[in-house]
């Protein structure tokens, strides 16, 4: 037993301090290459090509009334043009560009996400074909009123989220649970996907274990319980008002009928729900859910073989195909625009102009136009890599030089940089977490970040913020 305790808390302290130490060295990676590219416009092209061709067909197929119109173009295909025109515009040889390429698909972050898909499809389908999903959705249906299902899940994506430190991972354990929830209640499925993005969002944004927290509070020299407290001031109060919208949106259509209680096909889901609070690193956690899912169908479903198990993982593993190649794809394209000088563009430019307007903004005692400064340089970098924490730690060396000439705290410009990436981050329609919610439940990534109210009421509070702002001591 003891044995067990001690490697129990040795895989907590390899989670954190590899979360810790990645971060670390991104940050040292990320800045020593920026600094010998050239910038320019012109590489953000190719992106420009595959955003006009993933949404530009799904809107003009969505005018035509076709149904799953944004799956009219596979998305993977969709990114296939833009690769080849950022290959071709490389003034390195082709071998170089291929090789940047290969770079970007394999990079640790990514490799990461595509991963946890892997893992998260898996568990889905495993815990599906033994009854573990139909046994949590009674669950949660005997325990949830009806007037409480939304906001009920809501609170609870944003509990394992604050725990577990990352949105992915909540999404692959809440999200087919909350389907199944939908299915029974006929509550609309897009804005189920938008509660458990809203939740996920939420709490990967406070979580003290995250890696974007981590990435913020380094590049900005505070520490994070200082930084906790100056997110809780704005995302709190965003988090209300989603929890009074999602409560006057809880239309449940049909009444649920909660069945008979599985037990034992729910002890899988309680298991990897108690581990995320717990603080496990993710993979771990999905790995036992598997395991453990495959174990009570063996244990009590008729018919289910080890062989039955291993087929149900491989299924699970396909079902998240889409959203694994255009993760590895949009990766090797973003590094292309990131040698090409796409990322320096985009931090050089605004941050001239940044910094120019935060000059004239600090002669009348306001660190207004520094902090929208902050705000505005990760939200674009967010928006071109797809990824909050490779955002942040992009945007943090020129939000530091902001935040030290202008008098906004630390705590103040970690906390925005968390805060703006993960408002982009939970509305990108090819961003991971809408890309995985979309598979599961089967919608287009726009209709499930349309619903995420909680990051579009997040932007609005730190706006308020920052309106509000006062001059500080950078030392605080």
Known sequence: MRTFRRLFIDVMDVSF???????????????????????????????????????????????????????????????????????????????TAIGQFIEGVSHRDITAMCLIYLLAGAFSAVAKATGGVDATVNLGLAILPSSFILPGLFLISAFIATSMGTSMGTIAAVAPVALGIADSTGIDAALMAGVVLSGAMFGDNLSIISDTTIAATRSQGCHMKDKFRENVKIAVPAALVTLLIFFFANEVTQAPVAGEID??????????????????????????????????????????????????????????????????????????????????????????????????????GSPR????????????????????????????????????????????????????????????????????????????PLSVVGQSYYCFLLAISAGFAIARSKRQLAAK
């Not at 149904?67 to 515009?89: D, G, N, R, S």
């Not at 899912?293 to 993982?313: E, R």
């Not at 890599?385 to 705290?409: C, F, M, R």
């Not at 408002?423 to 809408?434: E, F, K, S």
């Open 17 to 95: 301090y590899s979360a810790s130490n990645f971060t670390k060295y991104m940050q040292h990676d990320m800045t020593q290459k920026q600094s010998d590219i050239t910038p320019s416009a012109l590489a953000l092209l190719p992106f420009g090509v595959f955003l006009c061709l993933f949404i530009g067909t799904g809107v003009y197929f969505s005018t035509q009334n076709i149904e799953f119109a944004f799956y009219q173009l596979p998305a993977p295909i969709a990114v296939l043009p833009a690769i080849m025109l950022a290959v071709l515009m490389s003034k390195d040889k082709l071998n």
């Open 263 to 364: 037990w034992l096909a729910v002890l899988p889901y309680l298991t990897i729900l108690a581990l995320a609070v717990y603080g496990i690193n993710v993979f771990v956690v999905l790995t036992i859910g598997i395991v453990f899912a495959g174990v009570v169908g063996l244990a009590q479903t008729d018919g289910y073989s080890v062989m039955t198990f291993s087929q149900d993982v491989y299924a699970g593993f396909g079902n998240m195909q889409e959203i694994f190649l255009l993760s590895l794809l949009i990766g090797g394209l973003a590094e292309l625009m990131r040698q090409q000088g796409g990322l320096a563009f985009v931090t050089e430019k605004l941050s001239k102009l940044i910094l120019s307007r935060a000059d004239k903004s600090a002669e009348k």
């Open 369 to 444: 136009a520094s902090e929208a400064g902050i705000a505005l340089l990760v939200s674009l970098t967010n928006f071109c890599t797809a990824n909050n924490t490779v955002a942040i730690i992009v945007a943090g060396g020129v939000a530091k030089e902001l935040s030290t000439q202008h008098d906004v705290a630390p705590k103040r410009s970690a906390s925005l940089l968390d805060i703006f990436s993960c408002v982009i981050q939970g509305m990108l329609p090819y961003g991971a977490q809408a890309l995985l919610l979309g598979s599961i439940f089967e919608l287009s």
